[in-house]
């Protein structure tokens, strides 16, 4: 008989071999059921077949199909693009693609992405490591939700996007809200996303809780918080209580630090952005459909039916959800690190320019410009507005001194601490490493000159060279350290004269990242 031979088949077919050894060792039918794992009926049908009557049968050549087989490719195709995709994330691609993806057990396709792995060779990626939460009571209906931005690159039709999102999660149903935007939240987008929120919800929970964001938090004072303006006002208008957890405290926001989780891995991760309108209009039909519509990991329950009943004991939510009127704009960055913003020139840091194509966002928030860069959305600089015209607005930090020739500003190194080969050769290594920031360096050793001795300096300048430090802030910290090692008075105070003395108050501190130490020190 010509017999169709699959990996399926030849597994039978070994079964067969197997059921008739065990019964040459003497087993009876119900003790090689037992050892085998198949049924009694199946050992009992086996033994009463040849191996040629096997082989013709239909037992051996019938293939049982897959419930999800037509969806092979798709499902293939997916995860050969996206190999770090879940079996979750998966599904969720099915019911979205195809509207009459039947209903079938999450099981079912776990299952059926782990046989399409294995088929085609498709490993799936590692995670990250997981951060264990300590688990809480449940919380009161109605009585706290909990919120958290979020950011993450997406890719699209030419290069990468960077979206930012609000998320909320109603602490005690787990129903979910997120809101998209192009750029970071500023207090007054960060305010309308809430309303967005409320008006999803069709009420305010009581309480929310929060971490530290600067967007909400103007300071913090040993333990007393200073909310920003925009925020304290939308807090009292709409009439529900801000908490803000300790810093450093994940726990005690564990809730909307898994759900910021779920949408950067189930929704964001694999999606192709084309336009932000869309991108929000996806994520209400994923929250619909998965994220309020499946059942919940940790209550066992779909957050969208507990949400019926929480509702009724919301805040109601009278408000329209209003755009910011004023959104950020982008400016070009010039050549000499400034913006020109109202006719006004305003610093940013040295090496924000790279390019003629520079650009940095711009928000004005109580008389104050801040600057933020266009792709990290980090704070670059906040200067006070200046209502004048003309005028060049620098922060002291962005400027260097440039009144006297680089030759000149290291020769003046050079002679401060006598002839010293050391010396020599680590000025010239500090200026191969750190070309583009020889100057700064320099400047910063030149000042520092006065606090120390030169034996001190020298000594200093040997050691950064045997360890192949090459940084002015290290040089003068390990100047300190030999200093306070050896009890020495610094300089300027035996006796130096006033015109010769450091203005101490003039003097920008350096901070140094501990690693730096850690390494140089092993």
């Not at 787990?174 to 207090?187: A, D, E, I, M």
């Not at 670059?380 to 962005?398: C, D, M, P, Q, Y």
Request: hydrophobic share 30%; proline share 4%.
């Amino acid at each position: 008989m010509n017999a169709i031979i699959t990996s399926s088949s030849l597994k039978k077919l070994v079964m067969w071999n197997k059921v008739r050894e065990f019964k040459s060792f003497g087993l009876n039918k119900s003790q090689i059921s037992r050892e085998l794992g198949i049924h009694r009926d199946t050992v009992a049908r086996y033994l009463s077949m040849s191996e040629s009557q096997y082989i013709a049968s239909n037992s051996y050549r019938r293939a049982y199909k897959y419930k999800l087989g037509s969806y092979e490719n798709y499902i293939r195709d997916e995860l050969s693009a996206h190999p770090y995709l879940s079996s979750s994330q998966v599904h969720d691609h099915l019911k979205e693609h195809f509207p009459g993806f039947p209903s079938v057990n999450p099981k079912t396709v776990y299952n059926y992405v782990l046989h399409v792995r294995q088929k085609y060779n498709l490993p799936k990626n590692p995670e990250q490591g997981y951060r264990p939460y300590e688990k809480q009571p449940e919380d009161p209906f109605g009585r706290y939700a909990q919120v958290d931005f979020g950011e993450r690159y997406m890719s699209r039709s030419h290069g990468h996007v960077k979206v930012y999102f609000f998320a909320m999660v109603m602490s005690r149903s787990r129903q979910k809200f997120v809101y998209f935007s192009l750029n970071p939240f500023t207090t007054a987008l960060a305010n309308y996303a809430h309303e967005m929120a409320f008006k999803f919800y069709g009420g305010s929970p009581s309480k929310i809780l929060y971490d530290q964001d600067k967007v909400l938090l103007h300071t913090e004072n040993l333990g007393d918080l200073i909310l920003t303006h925009g925020f304290r006002q939308f807090v009292n208008e709409i009439g529900f209580e801000a908490v803000f957890c300790r810093k450093s405290d994940p726990e005690s926001k564990g809730k909307i630090e898994n759900v910021v989780k779920y949408i950067k891995y189930n929704f964001l991760r694999g999606r192709t952005f084309t336009d932000i309108d869309s991108l929000n209009k996806e994520a209400n039909e994923w929250l619909e459909r998965t994220a309020n519509g499946n059942v919940h990991a940790s209550t066992k329950l779909v957050p969208a039916e507990v949400f019926k009943e929480e509702q009724h004991y919301l805040k109601p939510y009278m408000g329209t959800p209003t755009p910011p009127k004023v959104e950020m704009k982008a400016y070009y960055v010039r050549k000499d690190n400034t913006i020109n913003y109202k006719g006004n020139y305003y610093t940013l840091p040295t090496g924000t320019y790279h390019g003629h194509n520079t650009l940095v966002y711009i928000h004005l928030y109580d008389n104050q410009v801040h600057l933020f860069d266009k792709e990290t959305g980090k704070t670059l600089a906040i200067h006070t507005l200046s209502l004048e015209k003309g005028k060049l607005v620098r922060n002291s930090s962005h400027s260097r001194d440039t009144t006297s020739s680089l030759q000149a500003l290291e020769d003046k190194v050079k002679n401060s601490l006598g002839a010293s080969t050391i010396v020599d050769e680590y000025l010239e290594k500090l200026q191969r490493d750190k070309s583009r920031y020889y100057r700064d360096n320099l400047s910063l050793i030149e000042r520092h000159l006065l606090a120390f001795s030169v034996e001190t300096m020298q000594k200093s300048f040997s050691f950064c060279l045997e360890k192949g430090v090459y940084n002015a802030a290290v040089l003068i910290d390990v100047a300190k350290s030999l200093q306070k090692q050896n009890s020495e008075t610094p300089p300027e105070m035996i006796g130096a004269s006033p015109n010769n003395k450091i203005n101490i108050n003039e003097m920008i501190p350096q901070k140094t990242d501990i690693n730096v130490f850690n390494s140089i020190f092993q």
